[in-house]
């Protein structure tokens, strides 16, 4: 219950977030003790802030605790769905694997926020990798080709991100669309050269095909990447592992099997 009447406003709601946040927690780790304090105090002083329950949770999800965190997100959400359900389905389908419930979650904040994004993707990319992990192959192609019309946009001239046509590729080569993958693959690379999971999986491709030649040169390619500490380049890749991505040890494997 909120016994503060000033918590209506969004002026002294900005200002706790400063005092207690941006002054307090925000100074210290996340690993301390005190940024639990601090957002308890917050909540404390305004039970309607949004932002202080997720604030509150992420210690706990980059700690992998989910089962403290995750209420705390759920609050959030309840609080502010339209700024926290996206991130709360990138957290289902990235950090729990909890895929169904993930694309509810992104199905639902499309609904609210059409074409938004989540950790500088399109929700139609979640949904991809989602359907992807769970076999369910030609919804995940649909939401991929969705995720890169929107990135195209209007004028059909967007950019597109380099992990869209990566994890398209790896769903080509899951359905052995070889001729497809390696063109998803090839053009991730020809933005990001040293993708180790790009290099890994067109290497898988040309594998596939019998031509070991060039599948030799990506599997070396994703070894010295990775060894030069090339990686996703998605932020929360620390905390968990996104769908299809390798360590050496996958790729020192591939390597043995030349020949086989």
Not at 134 to 150: I, P, V
Not at 204 to 209: D, G, N, S
Request: charged share 20%; glycine share 6%; hydrophobic share 40%.
């Amino acid at each position: 219950m909120i016994t503060d009447p000033n918590c209506g406003s969004k002026q002294y709601q900005d200002s706790l977030v400063a005092k207690y946040l941006d002054r307090g927690a925000h100074t210290i780790s996340y690993l301390s003790p005190k940024w639990a304090l601090y957002c308890d105090s917050l909540i404390a002083a305004c039970p309607n802030i949004a932002y202080a329950y997720q604030q509150k949770a992420m210690p706990l999800i980059k700690c992998g605790d989910y089962a403290k965190a995750f209420p705390l997100v759920d609050k959030a959400v309840a609080l502010d769905a339209n700024r926290w359900l996206a991130y709360r389905g990138f957290l289902k389908c990235i950090f729990t694997k909890d895929y169904a419930g993930a694309i509810i979650d992104f199905q639902r904040v499309a609904k609210l926020k059409p074409n938004g994004r989540e950790m500088d993707h399109t929700y139609a990319f979640y949904e991809g990798l989602c359907e992807m992990e769970t076999g369910n192959y030609k919804r995940a192609e649909a939401a991929f080709n969705y995720d890169m019309l929107l990135q195209r946009g209007t004028t059909g001239q967007g950019e597109i991100h380099f992990n869209s046509l990566c994890y398209a590729g790896i769903l080509a080569l899951k359905r052995e669309q070889y001729a497809q993958a390696q063109s998803y693959l090839e053009r991730c690379l020809k933005m990001y050269a040293q993708h180790p999971e790009a290099n890994y999986y067109v290497a898988l491709v040309y594998r596939a095909q019998g031509q070991e030649a060039l599948a030799m040169q990506h599997f070396n390619a994703s070894q010295r990447a990775l060894i030069g500490g090339y990686r996703l380049n998605e932020d929360n890749i620390f905390y968990a592992n996104y769908p299809g991505q390798i360590t050496e040890y996958e790729v020192v494997q591939a390597l043995k099997q030349r020949g086989n």
